[in-house]
């Protein structure tokens, strides 16, 4: 027995110790799990994907999953997701690749995604969530609403999101209760992150800032933070019920119309506008809303005549510039267009609005946006809306390769609010086309600070 156990001791301990060796992070794992704990979703992601390759595993999937949809990277998601499905899974595992499954599937629009998780997870908490969130997009308020009543002790984020969904339905008619939903609400720093961290933080406050406000009020602020995220249909139903005599009414109604043109659908547009203006006739916002519609929907003669209205109604009003030149730009009157610009310009207040019009205008045509986009985007510094023009200006600037300008422009708003997903992408696309040595890292930290934006996809094009 001695010799015996001399011969396999040594053994022995070289088993166990391999195997111990087996069952520790490989230095490349742990990076990963240390990147994703601590927020750094760009480095974090390109350590999983390396990860899946040398040593694919489902948590390993899974977590890769998680970081797509935290940057708003849907199709990327999806297909991670189909490969988890794929391979045997514990019950945590299966019921979180099928939420993970299903959210990616909204944001895509992915109807069959959604259904088969509903029947699949049809006996889960969960479910309830996912049923508000379907009835959200159709604008099926009360519905939306009986659901997340019945989403109780969900996992982080999830409830969360709960939370916030149910403040914003509540928030319109008693607004105590949303300011408590409110209050229960504790973002989470690492995770699964539902919405880009500083724009939920936004949201947060514009609810808690409503919250006093009047109920039409509260019924336009909500409104706009829906029809931001593209859930027209949600606000469309929400505005609707503003009564027909209170004073935000026929703002209400104006606005209505321009989330069904925004939608694409410019003729119930136009049919919300004719209602509106036989319940309002004096109000000239209005005609000029419904001749943009007409002239956007080939009809020049209906725009024509609404803005002849308008005219009627406020003759010197600078916005009914700004309308016929929407009209002149229609007809690919440039000159025309140019015209009606400067004309605004020089009739309307000095806010600084008006340049910016005008620049938007330019910026959208090519050869023109480097010398008179950026001309007028100029005329509006140092005026009420001097923070927009100065982002206008940067943003023009680097398309125009007037990267110092631009980072003279954003570096005082970036360094006082550097958490802010625009400006950190501003600033650092300005420093990396100087070819500043801290370039490299502001990228990568604006690629962390920019998931779910338009500005991510451009910071991975400029990260090495």
């Not at 995604?113 to 699949?120: E, G, M």
């Not at 505005?239 to 027909?244: D, G, K, M, R, T």
């Amino acid at each position: 027995m001695a010799r015996i156990w001399r011969w396999l001791g040594p053994s022995l301990i070289i088993i166990l110790a391999l195997a111990w060796l087996v069952q520790q992070p490989s230095s490349l794992a742990l990076q990963a799990a240390q990147a994703r704990l601590a927020g750094k979703w760009h480095q974090a992601t390109r350590l999983y994907q390396q990860l899946n390759k040398t040593q694919p595993s489902v948590p390993n999937q899974l977590a890769l999953a998680e970081l797509y949809l935290t940057r708003g990277e849907w199709q990327a998601a999806h297909q991670q997701l189909i490969d988890v499905f794929r391979q045997p899974l514990s019950l945590e595992q299966h019921q979180q690749t099928w939420q993970f499954y299903a959210w990616a599937g909204l944001q895509r629009g992915d109807q069959a995604s959604v259904q088969s998780t509903l029947k699949t997870l049809a006996a889960t908490p969960w479910s309830h969530l996912l049923r508000a969130e379907i009835a959200l997009r159709s604008g099926d308020l009360i519905s939306a609403t009986n659901q997340l009543n019945q989403a109780q002790g969900l996992q982080q984020p999830w409830q969360n999101w709960a939370w916030l969904r149910s403040a914003e339905l509540a928030l319109p008619t008693d607004p105590q209760l949303a300011q408590s939903l409110v209050t229960q609400i504790q973002p989470q720093a690492n995770g699964l992150q539902l919405a880009n961290p500083w724009q939920l933080q936004q949201r947060l406050q514009r609810l808690n800032q409503l919250v006093p406000q009047t109920s039409a009020q509260r019924m336009l602020g909500v409104a706009s933070l829906w029809s931001e995220q593209g859930l027209w249909q949600a606000a469309d139903i929400l505005l609707s019920q503003i009564p027909v005599n209170d004073s935000m009414a026929s703002f209400a109604a104006n606005q209505r119309a321009l989330l069904h043109w925004s939608a694409g659908d410019s003729a119930t547009a136009l049919a919300l506008i004719e209602a509106a203006q036989t319940q309002w006739p004096n109000v000239a916002t209005l005609p000029r809303t419904q001749a943009k519609i007409a002239a956007s929907s080939g009809q020049p003669n209906l725009a024509l005549a609404a803005l002849q209205q308008a005219v009627n109604l406020e003759p010197v009003s600078s916005d009914n510039y700004l309308v016929a030149a929407a009209i002149s730009l229609s007809q690919a009157d440039f000159n025309g267009t140019a015209a009606a610009y400067d004309q605004a310009i020089a009739t309307g207040p000095m806010s600084g609005t008006l340049a910016l019009e005008a620049a938007n205008f330019y910026i959208n045509t090519p050869l023109r946006r480097c010398s008179s986009g950026l001309k007028y985007a100029r005329q509006a510094l140092n005026s009420a809306v001097d923070d927009l023009a100065r982002r206008v200006v940067a943003s023009v600037g680097l398309q125009c390769s007037l990267p110092a300008e631009a980072e003279h422009m954003i570096a005082p708003l970036y360094q006082a609010n550097p958490a802010e997903p625009q400006l950190a992408y501003l600033y650092a696309v300005a420093r990396w086309q100087q070819a500043k040595p801290d370039s490299q890292r502001l990228l990568e930290q604006a690629a962390d600070q920019a998931i779910q934006t338009p500005w991510l996809a451009q910071l991975e094009f400029y990260i090495k």
